[in-house]
Every structure is written in C-alpha cells, then in structure tokens.
C-alpha cells in the first residue's frame, strides 16, 4: 500500500478536528441573498459535514481511469444498442447533448475504489463547491492539502462551462445559433426538496453570468407555439432535477413532449439515463465474453473487472442461489435512486427478497464503504464513507464525499453529510 493512500487512510481515522469554518460557510450563502442561510438551511442540519474526507492520489486516479474506461464503453454503437433494448422510448430520440453532472459513486474496498453506481441527475456539485471555500486547516496535516484538488479553475466556472457546452451542442445540431439566454431549473415541487439549497445557487450562478434562470415545477411548464415557456419567458435549457427519468409520468408530459420536439434543450435526459445509470448496464459493464464480443481491449475490460463488483441480474430461476449468497450481495433496483428500495442481502427478509424477485432488480456484490471517524461532542464516532466524481465528458470535474450511519445513504445523521475530499499527494501516481 502506497504512503499517500496509508496517510489519507490514517488521517480519516485519527484526524477528528473540525474543519468546517461556519461563520465562513453562512457568508458564502448569504452572497446568493440575505436572509438565505436561515431561511433554507437551517432546516437542513445534516446536509454538511463539520469536517473533511481524505483520499489517496492513487485512488484518485484509479476512479478517473474507470471513468474513462466506461466512457469508451458507452461510444460503442453495440454497447449503446444493448442498452437502449431494454430502454423506454423516450430515451430513442436522438440528442447531441451529453447530459450534465454524471455521477460515478464509489466505496474503497480492499481492492480500492470500486464503482458501486452512476446517476445521472447528480445532486450536490455546487453545495460541495461551496463548502471546500469554507474549510480552514484543523491541523498541521490538513494545513498541507488545502485547498487540494479545487486550485485554478473554480467548480462554478466549469459548472457554468459545461451548461454552455450542452447548449452549444444542442444549438449546433438543431440550426440555432442564439446564444443560451434563459434557464428552468426543474424538479417536483421544488421548495420541498431537499437540495432546494443548490437550486438557488444554481439560479443565482445563471443570473450572474446573465442568462435568466427559474425553478420551477414542470406543472408550470407549456409547451406552445414550438416553444417551452414559463409563462412569458421562453425556455432554452432545461436543468433537469426529476427522478422520472424517461418523463413517463403523465405530470411530465409537457417536458416529454418538448424534449421529442427539440423545442428545449434538457439535461441531464432520458438517454443519458438509459446509457449510464440503469443499474442493468453494470452487469454488462461486468459481461467479460460481452465486452470482448463488442471488440472492448483487454485494457479496458482489465479496469473494468478490477472496478465494479459483480453485478447480476435478479431472476426467479435464480431464486434459490440469490437467497444462499444474499449475506454477500445488495439489491438495488434497475431504476433506483438515491437508495430508495435498496437492500443489504444480510439485512433483508424473506418477505422482501420475494417482493425484489417480482421486481426489476439487480444483484451487487457487497463492497463495504469505508469509515470516517469524526468527533461529536466528545465522543469519537464513525461513519460510513462514500466517494462521488461528479463527471462530464469523461472528466472529473469535482471529488465529494458523503458521511453517514444506517444502511444506506442519508442526510439524517449527526455529524454527517456532504464533505470535502482532500487528495493527500503521492510522489508516483501509478495503477
């Protein structure tokens, strides 16, 4: 094991300072708009993390060689006609759009990172922008990694970058060449989310660069005269934050309709979602004689093997072996976000294994998250630890980690949250 992975390994366990710097935090949400920080956050207390995560440089290039892998993958036309198979139709229609904030999650394993999923509607890239800027150095140690890896260019400038890009793409494609000039930041009910918070920021960040931006509810969406509109601004971009993500329901008709027509550019979209984040493309990712067939170098299926657990379809025929190897498995379903109706095979009852057979689910192998131990009050507690790469065009563009306790995910523990990934640099980067 490497030094720098040892010290990132040390410094998670043993450095328990609190590194959040709060009064800095509140002044940096409070330049969206006064009063934001007690209106918004406040009912939000475990959103971020009091301290920071550390990683070693190797890890870190290990994740961005995966990503890169499964981007070569993804430009197959056999890989992507596979996938859209089993896809609903909306993720048919043809775009020049990339799709913003991938998110590729990982768990450091044993073996070192290992891809546990990627979503497509990615959540907290602009929080965790936010909060690096208020961390301030709790020890000799984090004195000499700050600001880490967010030195030259800021997350928000490449954030605002990648907006441009899929508009430019999407103008280019279509015969447009206006520039991008109004943004719908889209989600259920949006107030009531809980990343509300970042659809502020993301607004506020829109504003500044002066294109017009709302969050809104797609009920209050029309699609009209070949155009979308929110009342009398006509919508270029949509920012999508919907977790339907081929926009079947019929409450998202309206965004549906304007995505098939070309009439908006939306993003993240349904085929970026069917390329990336159906939980059934893992077990293709893991299909060593499917890779080979599809002509995938022995390189690439060599770090994709390395790198995601195996991953199996749940079948009824299967039953009987799924339920004997279920202490080393974790179900999650095809469609899944965000943990929901996720399990942990040595977790689970008989009652639900019958309930994800009849369900459209897939099979993980189990790759524990590692730990950080964090002090609340004074009492050392540990937390569960994952990693997020938030990704577009096959480069990472930010590194976040997520701190909790239970089985899954979650933004109700003490202590826990989003948190800073600080790199601890290694003199050889090397897989």
Request: proline share 5%.
């Amino acid at each position: 094991m490497s030094h720098s992975i040892q010290l990132a390994e040390r410094l998670n366990a043993d450095c328990h300072c609190v590194s959040l710097d709060s009064g800095r935090l509140e002044a940096e949400l409070e330049r969206v708009s006064p009063g934001f920080h007690a209106e918004v956050m406040e009912g939000r207390p475990h959103l971020f993390s009091s301290s920071v995560a550390f990683v070693g440089a190797e890890h870190v290039a290990r994740m961005a060689r995966l990503v890169a892998a499964v981007e070569r993958v993804v430009a197959l036309p056999a890989y992507r006609e596979h996938v859209l198979g089993w896809a609903a139709d909306s993720a048919r229609h043809a775009t020049a759009a990339r799709g913003v904030f991938l998110g590729y999650d990982f768990h450091l394993g044993e073996a070192g990172p290992q891809l546990i999923e990627i979503n497509t509607n990615a959540g907290g890239g602009l929080l965790n922008a936010v909060l690096a800027r208020a961390q301030k150095a709790c020890c000799d140690d984090v004195e000499t990694l700050l600001p880490g890896d967010l030195g030259g260019e800021t997350p928000e400038h490449l954030f605002l970058d990648m907006f441009r890009a899929e508009w430019r793409a999407f103008a280019d494609a279509t015969g447009n060449c206006a520039p991008l000039r109004s943004v719908a930041i889209v989600d259920e009910a949006p107030r009531t989310q809980y990343l509300y918070p970042e659809f502020v920021l993301f607004q506020r960040l829109f504003e500044q660069a002066g294109i017009r931006a709302v969050i809104c509810d797609p009920g209050e969406l029309e699609f009209r005269d070949g155009a979308l509109w929110h009342g009398g601004l006509r919508i270029d971009l949509v920012y999508n934050r919907l977790t339907d993500f081929s926009l079947d329901a019929p409450a998202n008709a309206v965004l549906r309709d304007a995505w098939l027509a070309d009439a908006a550019l939306l993003t993240p979209q349904p085929q970026a979602h069917a390329l990336y984040a159906d939980k059934r493309n893992l077990v293709a990712l893991c299909d060593e004689a499917l890779l080979s067939a599809w002509g995938v170098d022995a390189e690439t299926r060599a770090i994709l093997a390395a790198k995601i657990p195996r991953t199996e379809l749940v079948r009824p025929d299967l039953a009987d072996d799924l339920w004997a190897r279920r202490k080393q498995l974790f179900f999650k379903p095809a469609a899944g976000y965000g943990s929901k109706a996720a399990y942990r095979g040595d977790k689970m009852t008989k009652r639900v294994f019958e309930e994800i057979l009849a369900g459209n689910y897939i099979a993980q192998a189990l790759v524990p998250p590692s730990s950080r131990t964090l002090k609340l009050g004074e009492v050392p507690v540990e937390l569960k630890l994952d990693l997020r790469n938030y990704v577009y065009a096959g480069h990472v563009q930010l590194i976040a980690a997520r701190l909790w306790q239970g089985q899954t995910t979650n933004f109700r523990t003490p202590g826990g949250g989003f948190a800073p990934v600080l790199t601890v640099p290694s003199p050889e980067v090397a897989e």
